[in-house]
């Protein structure tokens, strides 16, 4: 992985038009509605609802003497834990979930806390490469080669990559781990791209870090532990529930996303200058996709991730206006002559399988 990259741009001129009318478009939306593009009050209730429920879990946990009660008391805190992140952190992450951008920050951290992972190497990753870059060779971080399995047809493939297709939920599964502690890490030693940021370097930034993953242990494996072993839990049941509610937050959160970009996506390597051949609006129509819910209702607990091309056109909108901008931008890219893409979720998962499946023969490219 380099550790500087040389920014890239996009071509622009043909792209002018639906720029303006988009943007005319999402304008006249909010007026009409007398809306703002913020999260609104039943958002953050919900969100508190949500931080007081996994509270509650987690102490239900710490008293119980019943290792199923215990059990679930655990799981339940860290699987609420990460949907805060899906429907809190990623709008945080965009400065839209609250108007300030330091309570973002601060519901950020809360936020990850159980799940280990640093809030600000994250919002740079997702902000500053992945929405800037999705899907160009070293640029998009979220698809860096990392030897488990191809996720582009530029990388190297290995042989057991032909059966890719059938293990990545278990690669899936590490996701959040392996970003807490190889990432994070990596990033906190500057030994990727973001060192180019200089988040977090000063003396005070290593001290909030530190502190982070000290909670972090603290959060999930010493207290339990010490209460597991104060209630006669057996130290198998909590073991067995971190490793589990580890794997099930990283399973939620990697089918809500992964796929958006895999779906009959293209994929780039940086142009020679620094200057791509196509423009920004289409790189994003040719890289993602939105994806609907089935019953609609469960947009609630997507935090607009269905959404996802809808999302990478108006990051600086909280999710809660998805739906209703998804519908402008496909009838603006039918006038404008961009590839927009709406499928189900069905859809969404065939093509991923088939996408790692191609990416696995020895002929993909």
């Known amino acids: ?53 996994a509270c509650g879990s987690y102490g239900v946990m710490l008293a119980s003497s019943h290792d199923a009660v215990f059990f679930a008391g655990y799981f339940l805190a860290i699987a609420l834990s990460m949907l805060l992140n899906v429907v809190v952190n990623h709008d945080a992450s965009h400065n839209v979930f609250f108007r300030k951008a330091w309570l ?21 990753r997702h902000v500053r490469f992945h929405h800037l870059y999705a899907n160009i060779e070293h640029y998009d971080l979220d698809t860096e ?28 599964g590490l996701s959040l781990p392996w970003i807490a502690w190889v990432f994070d890490w990596s990033d906190r030693l500057g030994r990727t791209p973001l060192r180019q940021e200089r988040e977090l370097a000063s003396t005070q930034g290593w001290c909030l870090f530190l502190l982070s993953k000290l909670g972090h242990v603290l959060l999930v494996l010493a207290l339990p532990l010490w209460a597991a072993h104060a209630h006669g839990v057996a130290t198998s049941t909590m073991l067995l529930a971190y490793v589990l509610s580890q794997m099930f937050a990283s399973l939620l959160v990697v089918y809500l996303l992964l796929g958006t970009h895999w779906a ?23 890289t993602a996709c939105d994806w609907e819910t089935s019953p609609r209702w469960l947009n609630q607990f997507t935090g ?38 709406r499928i189900s979720y069905r859809e969404l998962l065939a093509s991923q399988r088939r996408f790692l499946r191609r990416m696995g023969q020895e002929d993909a490219v």
């Open 264 to 286: 009959e996506a293209d994929f780039f390597q940086a142009a020679p200058g620094g200057v791509m051949e196509h423009g920004w609006y289409r790189h994003n129509f040719v």
């Open 104 to 124: 973002n920050r601060l519901a950020g951290r809360v936020v990850t806390l159980p799940l280990g992972i640093e809030p600000e190497f994250w919002r740079l």
């Open 304 to 341: 607009g991730l269905n959404y996802h091309l809808t999302h990478h056109l108006f990051p600086g909108w909280h999710h809660r206006h998805y739906p209703a901008l998804a519908d402008r931008v496909a009838q603006l890219a039918h006038q404008h002559g961009m590839p927009y893409r």
């Open 1 to 53: 992985m380099p550790d500087t990259l040389p920014p890239l741009r996009f071509a622009s001129g043909q792209e002018q038009a639906f720029h303006r009318a988009l943007h005319q478009a999402a304008r006249a939306y909010l007026q009409a509605s007398g809306d703002h593009r913020y999260a609104s009050r039943f958002d953050q209730l919900k969100a508190l609802f949500l931080l007081l429920l």
């Open 145 to 172: 080669e990392n030897g488990f399995f191809r996720q582009t047809p530029f990388q190297r493939r290995h042989a057991y990559m032909r059966y890719q297709h059938l293990y990545w939920p278990m690669i899936a």
